[in-house]
């Protein structure tokens, strides 16, 4: 069973930045592509930023100049630098990697940004 362990959430102020990140029981290599997603109380799950393995990335619109995904495949994991954070930031933040065929989930992390 492929595992991802999502961690770096917390509690920060608007403007404020938060890295996540996501490590991988198995060799990233695995993957052919990971991200992230984010689900806030009462909305469903949403697509954030993920990253393949050629390194193409794709981001949300509205984190977009923000937010960041990279991968150390050394360490295998993969983050998520957020900067400027917004309350509409505020959300469980999930890591997501497709290997073999099966998309695996992590845990989730909560990030919420309040004054």
């Known amino acids: 069973q492929i595992q991802l362990v999502e961690s770096g959430g917390g509690l920060v102020q608007p403007g404020g930045s938060l890295r996540l990140s996501c490590a991988a029981s198995?060799?990233?290599?695995?993957?052919?592509?990971m991200g992230w997603y984010h689900q806030a109380p009462g909305k469903e799950r949403e697509f954030v930023a993920t990253i393949s393995s050629s390194g193409t990335t794709n981001y949300k619109n509205a984190v977009k100049g923000r937010f960041t995904i990279s991968r150390d495949n050394a360490k295998n994991t993969i983050y998520l630098q957020m900067n400027s954070l917004k309350p509409e930031d505020t959300a469980v933040y999930y890591c997501?990697?497709?290997?073999?065929?099966?998309?695996?989930w992590g845990q989730g992390t909560q990030v919420t940004v309040s004054s």
């Open positions: 997501r990697g497709l290997a073999n065929g099966v998309w695996y």
């Open positions: 198995e060799s990233i290599f695995s993957f052919g592509v």
